[in-house]
């Protein structure tokens, strides 16, 4: 079983900063990616940013330049530096991670429960 536990949401003003982690856990065998995705009331679910395990990192256009993230291999965490925050910004914030376990060697996408992020006008 795996569980993927997201942190650091809140309420923050517009030009504020938020730091967002992720910790996946359980029986966990390698994790190739993990990254961060949002869904804002009746929005569709988006991509934010993806990190590999080599470290090589994918931003969505509209957060590159504000956003950074980072990634520890040793704790399974991974972390969303987000500065400069918009009110567009506002939605839930969810991890993911693209990985195998060691009950099923098939590669498989988990998520977190989410994270609300707003940005207050």
């Known amino acids: 079983q795996v569980q993927l536990v997201e942190s650091g949401g809140g309420l923050v003003q517009t030009g504020g900063s938020l730091r967002l982690s992720c910790v996946a856990s359980?029986?966990?065998?390698?994790?190739?990616?993990m990254g961060w995705y949002r869904q804002a009331p009746g929005k569709q679910r988006e991509l934010v940013a993806t990190?590999?395990?080599?470290?090589?990192?994918n931003y969505a256009d509209s957060v590159k330049g504000r956003f950074t993230i980072s990634r520890d291999n040793a704790k399974n965490t991974v972390y969303l530096q987000m500065n400069s925050l918009k009110p567009e910004d506002t939605a839930v914030y969810y991890c993911?991670?693209?990985?195998?376990?060691?009950?099923?060697?098939?590669?498989?996408?988990?998520w977190g429960q989410g994270t609300q992020v707003t940005v207050s006008s």
């Open positions: 993911n991670a693209f990985l195998t376990t060691r009950e099923r060697p098939a590669w498989g996408n988990y």
């Open positions: 359980g029986s966990i065998a390698s994790i190739h990616t």
């Open positions: 990190v590999t395990s080599p470290g090589s990192t």
